[in-house]
Nanobody
Framework: QVEVVESGGGLVQAGESLRLSCIGSRSTFGMYSVGWFRQAQGKEREFVAQVSRSGSKTFYQASVKDRFTITRDKDKTVYLQMNSLKPEETAVYLC???????????????????WGQGTQVTVSS
């Protein structure tokens, strides 16, 4: 149904920032909550943040709270603003469609579908 594409990754130094985008291929993308996950080399996929269908509710993994911000605009594109990045946050960052409206937290990757290909974030030093 909905295909999603992530963009905005790159190479940054520790303490710098990146803004990721998650764009859905169909207008129905706006019907779904969206989650951001990350997967480092050799590690399991890890929840980062979630935004509700309306954009009015957000959830974060504790380690990124107060540094990362998930939002979505009127066109339903979802963003992840990542500030003060740390080397250990080097990973492929992926977005996916979440269940329901996303007004409650879903932090398991098993609850999500229609994963994008991911965008690489590399934090040096």
């Amino acid at each position: 149904q909905v295909e999603v594409v992530e963009s905005g990754g790159g190479l940054v130094q520790a303490g710098e920032s990146l803004r990721l985008s998650c764009i859905g291929s169909r207008s129905t993308f706006g019907m779904y909550s969206v989650g951001w996950f990350r997967q480092a080399q050799g590690k399991e996929r890890e929840f980062v943040a979630q935004v509700s269908r309306s954009g009015s509710k957000t959830f974060y993994q504790a380690s990124v709270k107060d540094r990362f911000t998930i939002t979505r605009d009127k066109d339903k594109t979802v963003y992840l603003q990542m500030n003060s990045l740390k080397p250990e946050e080097t990973a492929v960052y992926l977005c996916a469609i979440g269940p329901g409206g996303g007004s409650i937290l879903y932090n398991s990757p098993n609850d999500y579908s229609n994963w994008g290909q991911g965008t690489q974030v590399t934090v040096s030093s």
